[in-house]
C-alpha cells in the first residue's frame, strides 16, 4: 500500500468517520500485517472525530445557552 493511498484513508477517516469505521473493522481481521495497520489508525482516527465533535457540540450548545440563563427572562 503506498503512502498516498494511506494518506488518502486518513483523511477520509476524518472527513467521513464512518467510512473510517468501516475500513477499520474490515481491514483489521486481513492477515496482511500494513493492512492490518492502516485499519487500526482508520478505526483509531475516526472515533476520536467523532468523540471530538461530540464534544465541541455539546460546548457551542452550551455557550450558546448560557446567555439565556443570565439574562433573567
Known amino acids: 500500500m ?3 493511498q494511506k494518506a488518502l484513508f486518513y483523511i477520509l477517516s476524518i472527513l467521513i468517520p464512518v467510512v473510517g469505521i468501516v475500513l477499520g473493522i474490515i481491514w483489521m481481521n486481513d ?5 492490518k495497520a492502516v485499519g487500526k489508525n ?3 482516527i475516526a472515533i476520536v472525530v467523532i468523540v471530538l465533535s461530540c464534544i465541541c457540540w455539546f460546548a457551542a450548545s452550551a455557550l450558546s445557552l448560557a446567555p439565556a440563563f443570565t439574562s433573567g427572562y
Do not use: R, T
Not at 492477515?31 to 493492512?35: H, I, V
Open 31 to 35: 492477515q496482511d500485517p500494513e493492512k
Open 2 to 4: 503506498s503512502g498516498g
Open 42 to 44: 482508520c478505526l483509531i
